[in-house]
């Protein structure tokens, strides 16, 4: 399975990183609307990643819940046909969650850079760097430090848990 090296953060001002991400990129900025779904399982995250009516992405992964540059396996299949995988899919897994964003992306070599506007949370910055075959995950985390000390980004601010997870606290902790 392919791994990248993952840091997400609250971004606190956007247009500092916005700043900093056109000056360093190679390429963007490009907007992306998605909304995925996530799926019950036991030992990995499915999700269903919706774009527009004839274009999706299942994705399964696997990353830990640290506040720390922290590696992701994943896979990804495309399809065409989205709202029949996600009928399929809750009717056989059960939805366990819902995430809206609005992406603005940008890529800085192997790494994707994301300017997140998440609905019901708010605006975070994520940086996913893509291992090539036979590169070390620790190459990757200090390409994310690197970038992380570019963006003014310390240690202490990183979010370990997955978006779904925080809209999940926060309907619990307003019920």
């Keep these: 399975m392919p791994t990248n090296i993952e840091i997400k953060t609250v971004l606190v001002d956007r247009a500092a990183a916005e700043a900093v991400a056109a000056r360093l990129s190679d390429e963007g ?4 609307h998605q909304e995925d779904f996530f799926f019950a399982c036991d030992g990995a995250r499915p999700k269903l990643r919706i ?5 999706g ?5 696997e990353r830990s819940d640290a506040a720390e540059a922290r590696s992701s396996s994943y896979a990804i299949a495309r399809t ?9 899919l809750s009717a056989t897994l059960g939805v366990t ?8 992306l940008y890529l800085i070599g192997q790494t994707r850079v994301h300017l997140d506007e998440v609905e019901g ?3 975070f910055l ?3 760097v893509f291992l090539s075959p036979g590169q070390g995950e620790s190459e990757g985390t200090e390409i994310a430090n690197n970038l992380m000390r570019e963006f003014g980004i310390d240690q202490k601010q990183l979010v370990g848990k997955a978006y779904v997870d925080l809209l999940a606290r926060q309907a619990l902790e307003a019920s």
């Design 97 to 104: 969650g819902t995430v809206k964003k609005k992406r603005t």
């Design 126 to 128: 994520e940086l996913e």
């Design 121 to 123: 949370l708010g605006n």
């Design 80 to 88: 065409s046909d989205p709202r029949i995988l996600l009928q399929i």
């Design 51 to 55: 774009f527009s009516a004839d274009r």
């Design 29 to 32: 900025p490009g907007t992306i």
């Design 57 to 61: 992405e299942l994705i399964r992964y």
